[in-house]
C-alpha cells in the first residue's frame, strides 16, 4: 500500500496507565488490528519485558496474518557499546521479525542531558544500530524522540539525525511528537522546513503524535497532508499520559475526508466492532463518545435534528454511520420533538406516521414525565409500553394489574435481615395472592410476582433482572428526594431497560419491575 498505516497498540497502547495485556491477550489483539488491515503491528519490546519476548517467539506459530508484518521496536545501542555487543539490540534480531523499530534521541538536549553523551556519539548509535539492522536482513524504521521540540530548539542537530538514519539505510524516518505539546499548524510547518533542510522528501518520513493538546488525530492527518505516507497509531487513542492517536478516528478521516486509500476494501466498516473488542481486551470500557465508532458517535438527542433526520439522515451524520460499521439512535427525552417519537418508534417497530394525535400526546407525556425525573434515553422498553398504550387507547391489555402490594424488612437479633413481600394481582379474571421472601424489598417483590404468576406465563422462569441502578434525584433533599430506578432484564435471547421513578424507592423500584415483565411477556 501507498500508505503505512503503522499500529503500536501492543507497545505505546500498553504505556497507558491501567492496562496490562497478557501474552496471550497480545496475540488476540494482533488478529484483530490484522482484520482491521493495518500494514504494520508493533508488537513490544522484546528484552525489555518477558512477556514481550515471549510474545515475538509464539506470534512466529500462533500468528498468521493477512494484511499486516509484525515489528520489534527497541532503542539505537547503548552509547559506548559496539553496536554487536549490544544485547537490547541482539534481542531485536531475536524477535526474528522483518521490521524493527528502533527509537533514538533527536534532541540535543536529551542526547547531552539524558542520554549523557555527545551529540556526535548519538549520531553514531542511530548510524551503527540500523546499518546493523539492515545487514542482518530487517527493515529498519527509526523513531525520532521529541522530535518537533528538538527541531525548534536546535533544527542543525535534529536534521542531522534523519539524514543520517535515512543514509545508514533507514527506510523511514518518524517524527514524535513525544511531549505530544504540538498543534496542526506547527506540524505543518515543521515538516515544510524539515524537507527543505535535510532533502529528504515527505514520503520518506512518518508521523508519530502522543495526544497532550487532544490534537494527536488532527496533527496526524496535518502531516500526511504536508506529504507524509507512514502514521502510527494505537486502537482508541490507548498510550502514555493522555494516549496517542485514535486508529481509528486517523483512518476513518483520512480515507473519507480526504479520500485517501489507506486501508485494503472493505476493512474500514469493521471498525467499530474491532474498536469494542480491543477495548474488551484491554480491560477499559469502551468510551461512548469516541468519534466514529463509540456508541454515541450518531446518536441524536435534539428534536430539531430528528426532524431534519427524518427527512434525510445525512442532514445530520459528517458520514454514513454504516461505513464504520456504526448505526444512528435517536434518543428520546425531554428534548424530543414529534419526529423523534416518530423515528424512535419507528426503531421499536411502530409505524407513526399515521397517527399525529398519539405523535403529540407522547411527546407531551415524555416531557412532563422527564420534569418529574423520568428518563427514557436509556430505558427503551418503559418507552415503547408508552407508546403502545397511548395507541391502543383504552384497549391495551397488560398481562396482569395490581390490586395491592405489601413489603415488611425485619432486622432479626442475629443480625440477618429478611425482607417479605405480598402482592394482589388480577390475572385473566382471577385474583391471585403470592407471598415470598427475598435477600431485600425488590427481590421479594419480583419473587412474590413470579410465584403468583407464573403458573399463567411459564416463561416467566427464563426472565432474569441483570442489572438494578438507582439514582437519587434532587439529593439536597434528602430522604425527601426522588428516586429513579433503571432495571435490565434478560431472557437469554434479549435484553431490555425499564424506568420507574417515585419518591419512594420501593414504589419506584415496583413500577420499573412491572414494565420489566409487562414488557417481556408482551407478544
Ligand atoms: C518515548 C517512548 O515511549 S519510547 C518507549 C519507552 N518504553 C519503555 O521504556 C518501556 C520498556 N522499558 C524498559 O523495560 C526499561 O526501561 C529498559 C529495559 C528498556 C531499560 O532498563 P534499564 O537498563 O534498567 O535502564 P533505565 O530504564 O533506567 O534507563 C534507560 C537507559 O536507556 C538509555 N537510553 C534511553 N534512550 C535511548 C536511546 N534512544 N538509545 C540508546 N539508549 C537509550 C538511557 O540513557 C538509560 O541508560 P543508562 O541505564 O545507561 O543510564
Ligand atoms: C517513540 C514514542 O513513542 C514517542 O516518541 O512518543
Excluded at 511531549?179 to 508519530?208: F, Q, W
Excluded at 485494503?264 to 466498516?269: F, I, K, N, S, T
Aim: glycine share 8%; hydrophobic share 40%; aromatic share 6%.
Amino acid at each position: 500500500m501507498e500508505y503505512q498505516v503503522f499500529d503500536t497498540t501492543l507497545r505505546d497502547g500498553g504505556q497507558r496507565e491501567g492496562i496490562s495485556y497478557s501474552v496471550a491477550d497480545k496475540l488476540a489483539v494482533a488478529k484483530l488490528l490484522d482484520e482491521f488491515g493495518v500494514g504494520f503491528i508493533e508488537g513490544g519490546w522484546p528484552g525489555a519485558m518477558p512477556k514481550d519476548t515471549e510474545f515475538f517467539q509464539r506470534a512466529r506459530t500462533e500468528l498468521e496474518l493477512k494484511n499486516a508484518v509484525l515489528v520489534a521496536f527497541g532503542a539505537t545501542r547503548k552509547a559506548g557499546t559496539p553496536v554487536d555487543q549490544d544485547p537490547q539490540v541482539q534481542a531485536l534480531l531475536d524477535a526474528e521479525t522483518p521490521v524493527v523499530c528502533v527509537v533514538a534521541k533527536s534532541d540535543i538536549r536529551h542526547v547531552e542531558r539524558a542520554l549523557r553523551t555527545t551529540g556526535d556519539e548519538n549520531l553514531a548509535m542511530v548510524r551503527d544500530t540500523v546499518k546493523h539492522l539492515v545487514a542482518n536482513g530487517r527493515r529498519a524504521f527509526v523513531d525520532c524522540e521529541h522530535f518537533f521540540d528538538g527541531f525548534r530548539y536546535d533544527p542543525e542537530y535534529t536534521a542531522s539525525v534523519v539524514k543520517t538514519a535515512i543514509e545508514a539505510g533507514a527506510e523511514r524516518v518518524i517524527m514524535c511528537d513525544t511531549n505530544g505539546g504540538m498543534l496542526p499548524s506547527m506540524i505543518t510547518k515543521a515538516i515544510h522546513e524539515v524537507v527543505e533542510r535535510t532533502g529528504v522528501p515527505a514520503d520518506l518520513l512518518g508521523i508519530h503524535c502522543q495526544n497532550d493538546t487532544s490534537c494527536a488525530v488532527a496533527n496526524t492527518v496535518a502531516a500526511v497532508e504536508a506529504g507524509v505516507k507512514h502514521f502510527q497509531c494505537t486502537a482508541n487513542g490507548y498510550g502514555e499520559r493522555p494516549g496517542n492517536a485514535d486508529l481509528f478516528a486517523t483512518v476513518s478521516n483520512l480515507q473519507l475526508k480526504l479520500g485517501l486509500p489507506v486501508l485494503p476494501d472493505g476493512c474500514l466498516e469493521k471498525a467499530t466492532r474491532v474498536s469494542s473488542a480491543l477495548a474488551e481486551i484491554a480491560n477499559i470500557a469502551p468510551d461512548t463518545h469516541q468519534a466514529y465508532v463509540g456508541a454515541a458517535a450518531f446518536a441524536h438527542k435534539a428534536g430539531l435534528h430528528a426532524s431534519a433526520i427524518k427527512v434525510d439522515p445525512l442532514l445530520y451524520n459528517h458520514v454514513d454511520p454504516a461505513v464504520v460499521g456504526n448505526d444512528m439512535r435517536i434518543l428520546v427525552t425531554e428534548m424530543a420533538g414529534r419526529a423523534s417519537i416518530e423515528l424512535k418508534s419507528r426503531e421499536l417497530g411502530i409505524d407513526l406516521a399515521g397517527h399525529p394525535d398519539t405523535l403529540s400526546t407522547v411527546t407531551r407525556r415524555v416531557k412532563d414525565l422527564e420534569a418529574g425525573g423520568w428518563s427514557f434515553e436509556a430505558a427503551d422498553a418503559s418507552f415503547e409500553l408508552l407508546v403502545r398504550g397511548e395507541l391502543a387507547g383504552g384497549s391495551f391489555t397488560r398481562p396482569f394489574d395490581l390490586e395491592s402490594y405489601r413489603v415488611q424488612v425485619e432486622h432479626r437479633e442475629d443480625g440477618s435481615v429478611v425482607s417479605e413481600a405480598t402482592v394482589k394481582v388480577r390475572v385473566r379474571g382471577e385474583r391471585v395472592i403470592a407471598t415470598a421472601e427475598g435477600n431485600g424489598p425488590v427481590n421479594a417483590l419480583d419473587e412474590a410476582l413470579r410465584a403468583g404468576l407464573t403458573q399463567y406465563y411459564p416463561q416467566l422462569k427464563n426472565f432474569e433482572l441483570s442489572d438494578f441502578k438507582v439514582r437519587i434525584l434532587e439529593g439536597s433533599h434528602g430522604t425527601n428526594a426522588i428516586t429513579r430506578v433503571l432495571l435490565e432484564t434478560g431472557d437469554g435471547e434479549r435484553d431490555w431497560t425499564t424506568v420507574g421513578v417515585h419518591e419512594n424507592i420501593v414504589e419506584a423500584s415496583w413500577v420499573a419491575l412491572v414494565d420489566a415483565l409487562t414488557y417481556g411477556l408482551a407478544e
